[in-house]
């Protein structure tokens, strides 16, 4: 039985541009261009209260959502039941048709979530985020047993978690990383040996198993730093143990914000690709980074770390004067580019030479105004970079990006503002929530992010917020997904038709032809 929550994939279209500093008003339309779009399909998912964070595609074109469920009412079709606790985990897995195959959820009777993911090469499953005590662990597994907390940012006590799934949904291995603070889990990097790169968030531990990993010698940074840190590792293809255990990032923090880790990848030299934010200073740029002069407040960060975890390779800054954050998750490309986004209200943001937006539309100041995208070439340099937003204050952000093959950039996110630019194909022109309340926004750029190739709203009367996005390896399908509080979605082809907290829609990207807009 199909119960009350929303959650959305879309496809993206992409058209050709020009460049905007900012709207007022009535969006700018832009003109359309390469694809023909149409909705694949769209159906509110879960129920009341869902946390939708990550979407997977996998070869065949399945699709792979998950975060957490508030109540008991979850929908499932395998796995146990609801654990009692404030959240568990949920997951669930549709065709690229929109018909559900499986969908499960895994926690215990604290407070557990999944925040990344990502899928190998015949559909398995990795997701890895926050849980509590009693969270479901496999046997051999390098770590069952919770390690406490105290409770951070409004949450449960907890520790990270990494786990595997098959395609068919059964729990391959499922482990804890984490000490005697609290530790989350908010980035992921799936590499060919099965083995993955996860990374925090944060932790507040001061006793994370650095000194567990199988590689020889110490690693980057073995003790925690400041109030708080964020961390990396590498767990094995069995889950059984770890290549190695990090902290990263400054050590003069000293609780004055969040510091973690929402971006992973790996370059072209096996290099450890990391994107974050941190209100800590004291981290020396390398030689050849592109921004070496740190701005103020929360500011962001690129990184590399050597694939041992044991040497700083690249850092780098970015970011301007006002507060700046990269969002999940971040992506790499086969060349070892790395693609992030996020929001900032910096009015010096770094943006590159004839980037789509150069100023900041929003009010900036303390606020994350406005959001951004940027493309970070395998040898340290700022290869792309746009703001995008609208008159109105933030918070206005993007999530992902992921990319096709011919190094177009798509991104979805949330936004305020009314008069964002649009191109003229847009299945849903116009914002539909009132003035003040977040709709969902896709985006494709161009690879030198000069030109909007493709940007529509899609929403309902309530919030809606676009919270990630997928792309099928053909470049034919893009998912995005999200949470709503609205009860007017565009639905096609649902399995689901009662609103609720999170929905799932899917575009197919066509060449160009007709283009209709969205009922």
């Not at 096609?492 to 009922?519: C, H, K, N, W, Y």
């Amino acid at each position: 039985m199909v119960s009350r929550t929303c959650l959305f994939v879309v496809v993206l279209a992409v058209g050709c541009g020009t460049g905007s500093d900012a709207g007022q008003g009535s969006p700018e339309v832009v003109p359309a261009g390469e694809f023909d779009v149409s909705l694949g399909f769209s159906t509110y998912w879960g129920s009341a209260g869902a946390v939708n964070r990550t979407v997977a595609v996998d070869d065949a074109g399945s699709v792979y959502m998950a975060g957490g469920a508030t109540q008991a009412e979850w929908p499932t079709t395998r796995g146990p039941a609801h654990a009692g606790g404030s959240a568990d985990v949920a997951i669930a897995k549709f065709t690229r048709d929109g018909e559900l195959v499986w969908s499960r959820l895994l926690g215990g009777p604290s407070e557990d979530y999944a925040y990344v993911s990502a899928v190998g090469p015949n559909g398995e499953l990795y997701i890895a985020g926050r849980a509590g005590d009693d969270f479901p662990t496999t046997p051999n597994a390098f770590d069952t047993t919770f390690s406490g907390g105290r409770g951070d940012g409004g949450h449960s006590p907890s520790d990270a978690f990494v786990a595997k799934l098959s395609a068919d949904g059964d729990l391959i291995y499922s482990t804890y990383i984490g000490g005697s603070g609290d530790d989350n889990a908010r980035a992921i990097h799936l590499l060919p040996s099965g083995a993955v790169i996860v990374a925090g968030g944060n932790t507040t531990s001061p006793d994370l198993p650095t000194g567990a990993g199988t590689a020889a010698g110490p690693v980057l940074k073995p003790a925690l730093g400041g109030r708080r840190d964020s961390w990396v590792a590498i767990v094995s293809a069995g889950g059984e143990s770890l290549e190695f255990c990090t902290y990263f990032g400054p050590n003069d923090d000293r609780g004055r914000g969040d510091e973690t880790i929402r971006a992973l990848g790996v370059d072209a030299a096996g290099n450890i690709w990391i994107g974050g934010t941190t209100s800590g200073t004291d981290i020396t740029p390398t030689e050849d980074a592109f921004q070496k002069t740190r701005g103020s407040g929360a500011e962001a960060f690129i990184a590399k770390l050597s694939r041992d975890g044991r040497r700083l390779v690249y850092f780098s800054w970015l970011g301007g004067a006002g507060p700046d954050e990269i969002e999940t998750e971040g992506v790499s490309d086969s060349s070892g580019n790395f693609f992030v986004a996020g929001s900032t209200g910096s009015v010096d943001f770094p943006t590159t030479t004839g980037a789509f937006q150069t100023v900041l539309s929003g009010g900036g100041g303390d606020q994350f105004a406005d959001a951004w995208v940027a493309r970070i070439d395998n040898d340290g340099a700022l290869g792309a970079a746009t703001l995008f937003g609208g008159s109105t204050d933030g918070p206005e952000a993007f999530f992902g990006p992921v990319v096709d093959s011919r190094g177009n950039i798509y991104v979805a996110g949330r936004f305020r503002s009314d008069d964002l630019p649009v191109t003229a194909d847009a299945l849903q022109p116009l914002k539909a929530g009132p003035a003040g309340v977040q709709d969902v926004f896709f985006a494709v750029f161009s690879p030198d992010a000069t030109r909007l190739l493709y940007g529509s709203y899609f929403g309902g009367f309530g919030l809606d917020r676009g919270r990630h996005i997928g792309i099928h390896r053909s470049g034919g399908e893009v998912y995005v997904i999200g949470e709503t509080e609205s009860d007017d979605l565009p639905l096609r082809d649902a399995v689901q038709t009662s609103p609720g907290g999170a929905f799932i829609a899917m575009f197919r990207m066509g060449e160009a032809s007709g283009r209709g807009r969205l009922p």
